[in-house]
């Protein structure tokens, strides 16, 4: 999933140095009334899509969501998206691009 659509904090001074797993990164980047269209729309679809590949068998689904620099955006995006199916689904998020991430 491209975010690349969502504000950048990079170009953003205060910003440009933290991670998307700063609450500042959230506020800026999800805080518009379009991303919190698409991540309810997000949500729906992934809730659409879980439960038919646990159907057919399949052991874990891999959603990558990307951005420019993959630091912001994607990753509080992808923060999101596991606080909202934890509890529900196993989720396991990797940051690719963030040092120390597991």
């Not at 729906?44 to 630091?71: D, H, Q, S, W």
Request: include cysteine; hydrophobic fraction near 40%.
């Amino acid at each position: 999933m491209d975010v690349r659509f969502l504000p950048n904090p990079y170009f953003v001074e205060d910003l440009k140095d933290l991670a998307g797993t700063d609450s500042r990164i959230h506020d800026f980047s999800l805080g518009s009334t379009e991303a919190q269209d698409f991540l309810s729309r997000f949500q729906r679809l992934l809730e659409f899509l879980l439960p038919l590949y646990e159907r057919e068998g399949k052991a874990y689904l891999t959603v990558a969501v990307g951005c420019t620099g993959g630091r912001h955006r994607s990753v509080a995006v992808a923060e999101r998206m596991q606080k909202i199916f934890e509890g529900q689904f196993p989720v396991r998020v990797k940051h690719r691009d963030l040092k120390n991430s597991a």
